[in-house]
């Protein structure tokens, strides 16, 4: 069995590679890999029938793009920190 990517790496890309979020090359590798070993395969198809079930309870999409969310929560940190470096240096002008 002669495997290109360790299966950590393979089992550390999973969730990304299930939700959409990797690239065709990546996906190319992962499939190649779940081919060739089925202990990944195994938890690869856990994975999807948990995602799958998780998808239809809630009623929710069952890809879920988390780079947005990141994005919108760096955004709005940076906003309020912006906010809060303006009223300190508001209140200190106000005291001189």
């Known amino acids: 069995m002669n495997q290109r990517i360790p299966c950590e790496i393979i089992r550390d890309l999973m969730p990304m590679y299930a939700d959409g979020l990797t690239s065709e090359t990546t996906n190319r590798e992962i499939r190649v890999h779940l081919e060739e070993c089925g202990t990944c395969r195994e938890m690869y198809e856990r994975m999807k029938a948990d995602m799958e079930g998780v998808s239809q309870t809630a009623g929710k999409p069952s890809e879920i793009d988390y780079l947005k969310k990141v994005r919108r929560r760096n955004v709005r940190n940076v906003v309020l920190g912006a906010a809060g ?10 005291s001189d």
């Open 85 to 94: 470096v303006f009223l300190v240096q508001h209140c200190l002008n106000i």
